[in-house]
T-cell receptor, first 114, second 114 residues
Framework: AQSVTQLGSHVSVSEGALVLLRCNYS??????LFWYVQYPNQGLQLLLK??????LVKGINGFEAEFKKSETSFHLTKPSAHMSDAAEYFC????????????FGTGTQLKVEL | EAQVTQNPRYLITVTGKKLTVTCSQN?????MSWYRQDPGLGLRQIYY???????DKGDVPEGYKVSRKEKRNFPLILESPSPNQTSLYFC?????????????FGPGTRLTVL
């Protein structure tokens, strides 16, 4: 079975500050992990994904995430937040069953303040 | 433009009145899936399809039906909607069933059942 835990349903940062969104996973098979972003009234857009090629994964819009097997984590970071980063972020793990479905975390709403 | 489209985007209906939400993709993807998104619960898979005429239940299939008669279309049917099906629905598609394949999401359909 697979599951994802996102700590912090709401995170608030100042513009220009570091963004850190936490994701921990549980998987009975080697995990493949994804981060998606959802802007207001839009669908989910892929930010980045880990497919075992490299533990540090760079994505769009300056985001990156590091896979740490020992900590079962895949935290999302961005060095300097921008107002346009305000959105909801979902971590997901691709697992067995459901046609190798994605199992999502409950999401983290990121607020960026001036 | 490669995309997943859903219609309608917004729908208000009454208990028991049958409705269909359409989903179409133009990427020749084999795998399609429906999710519902509820606050604090993330996205949960309703049904999925690995190819034409091949569909199966996800995590929360009760009260829903699907069909896959053509590769590009995957409609979601609520034969007798109830208020607990008020939710935000997303259709997604993926080129195949590999765990590393990226899922592409439609813009969402916000359904309210009175």
């Amino acid at each position: 079975a697979q599951s994802v835990t996102q700590l912090g349903s709401h995170v608030s940062v100042s513009e220009g500050a570091l963004v850190l969104l936490r994701c921990n996973y549980s998987s009975s098979v080697p995990p493949y992990l994804f981060w998606y972003v959802q802007y207001p009234n839009q669908g989910l857009q892929l930010l980045l994904k880990y497919t075992s090629a490299a533990t540090l994964v760079k994505g769009i819009n300056g985001f990156e995430a590091e896979f740490k097997k020992s900590e079962t984590s895949f935290h999302l970071t961005k060095p300097s937040a921008h107002m346009s980063d305000a959105a909801e972020y979902f971590c997901a793990v691709s697992g067995l069953g459901g046609g190798n479905k994605l199992t999502f975390g409950t999401g983290t709403q990121l607020k960026v303040e001036l | 433009e490669a995309q997943v489209t859903q219609n309608p985007r917004y729908l208000i209906t009454v208990t028991g009145k049958k409705l269909t939400v359409t989903c179409s993709q133009n990427m020749n993807h084999e795998y399609m899936s429906w999710y519902r998104q509820d606050p604090g619960l993330g996205l949960r898979q309703i049904y999925y399809s690995m190819n034409v005429e091949v569909t199966d239940k996800g995590d929360v299939p009760e009260g829903y039906k699907v069909s896959r008669k053509e590769k590009r279309n995957f409609p979601l049917i609520l034969e007798s909607p109830s208020p607990n099906q008020t939710s935000l629905y997303f259709c997604a598609s993926r080129v195949g069933t590999r765990r590393t394949d990226t899922q592409y999401f439609g813009p969402g359909t916000r359904l309210t059942v009175l």
